[in-house]
């Protein structure tokens, strides 16, 4: 089989790996891929909201099966796109990843279908958002509208951090016309829960729950960032808890998508808050997170391809979905000064050391090939996963791992896991 991966980050580089191990799988292209992904796959210099000129590579090689991983193509309609061709494709039509692609829409949609979230007020008029912040209870959330690269969430303790938001998003268009309307909701406290599930758009298939590190620097201190790293299972996402975000959240929101016309195949991403009230929606996202993704299917025990074969045909109630019981953590070795501005150009070093170490895989998410070496070209730069029986083994592993790999002004947090051990 000829696969393509759209998408060129370190979740990329994860599918590709997992994919890669089903023996019917000949070749896998990365659009466009990324220097590390290289070794896994051929990279495609197509971007991946080019959809034209996805669309053509897909014709043109005789494309079996594709994954478009990112939130772009999947809002822009990637996946409607190539199954017009009549390519098989993993990920939902763009009618319902706008789930993610517009936050007032997913509000809208669990108020309706009373799916519990936080309580909120949308507003596409800068002045009178202006005026409800100078009133409501603090902290406040406030949220652009559309995709902002994982950026368009700001949390408001003060009264003028709530109106900078305001001001920044909506008058000075900090995120473009994402900012054109704005959610602004209650700050809802607890611990944080990631759970992404595969579906077909009637059955469900709840993947490993994780915990992410969202703060540049330990101690949860800095700038929130895409990322810093994370670990599987989140010891708070109890038996118990599963069976309620099931029952009240998971099975109503593919009702819910389905009723509305807009049935979601593909990975649906649950971002939870495990308030004293009950698990609460976050934010849904319409694809695997990152780096959610490089603990999760490390985990994945099931063929991956098969599974995603499933989602589109509508046979996941007939498959096997089985993870096994261990543990995986993931560190993200970032470049100096992320996620505000940093150098990119400076070469790796350590990967050959620890790229093959057992129990230990370096996930690539922005690197690039330069004159025959590989060098960090974006803000977070390498995930790199321990796996174990425990948690503890699982840090260990991948911490033994980042200790011998770098590059000049590189840093990861030291505290990755930290609050999982705690809790145990």
Do not use: W
Request: proline letters at 5%; aromatic letters at 6%; charged letters at 20%.
């Amino acid at each position: 089989m000829k696969l393509m991966v759209v998408g060129g980050g370190g979740r990329e580089h994860a599918i590709i790996k997992k994919l890669k191990e089903n023996p019917a799988v000949e070749t896998i292209f990365a659009l466009p891929g990324n220097g590390g992904i290289a070794a896994d796959a051929t990279c495609v210099p197509i971007g991946a909201t080019d959809l034209d000129g996805i669309v053509a590579f897909a014709k043109e090689n005789a494309i079996d099966f594709a994954v478009v991983a990112p939130d772009d193509p999947l809002v822009l309609g990637c996946v409607d796109r190539l199954e017009e061709l009549g390519i098989p494709a993993f990920g939902p039509k763009a009618n319902a990843a706008i789930i993610e692609g517009s936050k007032v829409f997913s509000k809208n949609l669990m108020k309706t279908y009373g799916i519990p979230t936080a309580a909120y007020e949308v507003f596409d008029d800068a002045a009178k958002a202006l005026e409800y912040v100078k009133t409501a209870a603090l902290p406040l959330v406030v949220k652009a509208d559309g995709l902002a690269l994982g950026k368009g969430v700001l949390i408001c303790e003060t009264r003028e951090q709530a109106i900078d938001a305001v001001d920044s998003i909506m008058n000075d268009h900090k995120f473009g016309k994402s900012g054109d309307q704005i959610v602004v909701e209650e700050f809802l406290t607890g611990p944080e829960v990631s759970v992404l599930c595969f579906t077909d758009g009637e059955a469900l298939a709840p993947m490993v729950s994780s915990m992410d590190h969202k703060r540049a620097h330990d101690g949860d201190k800095g700038l929130n960032t895409g990322g810093m790293g994370t670990v599987a299972p989140n010891p708070y996402y109890t038996d118990e808890v599963a069976t309620v975000c099931m029952d009240t959240i998971f099975l109503p929101t593919i009702r819910a998508m389905k009723q509305e016309g807009r049935p979601f195949k593909g990975c649906l991403y649950f971002g939870l808050m495990l308030t004293p009230n009950g698990p609460k929606v976050i934010e849904y996202n319409c694809r695997f997170g990152d780096p959610e993704t490089q603990v999760v299917l490390p985990l994945l025990e099931s063929d991956l391809l098969t599974v995603m074969q499933a989602c589109v045909n509508g046979t996941l109630s007939d498959t096997e979905v089985r993870f096994s019981k261990g543990s995986a953590a993931c560190v993200i070795i970032a470049s100096g000064g992320y996620p505000e501005s940093y150098q990119k150009g400076f070469v790796l070093h350590g990967l050959d050391e620890n790229g093959g170490a057992e129990g230990v895989t370096v996930y690539h998410a922005g690197t690039a090939l330069k004159d025959g070496a590989l060098v960090n070209a974006g803000g977070r730069v390498l995930g790199v996963t321990g796996t174990g029986d425990t948690l503890q083994a699982a840090l260990d592993k991948a911490y033994a791992a980042v200790d011998t790999i770098g590059f000049e002004g590189s840093f990861f947090r030291r505290d990755i896991g930290a609050k999982a051990l705690a809790a145990k």
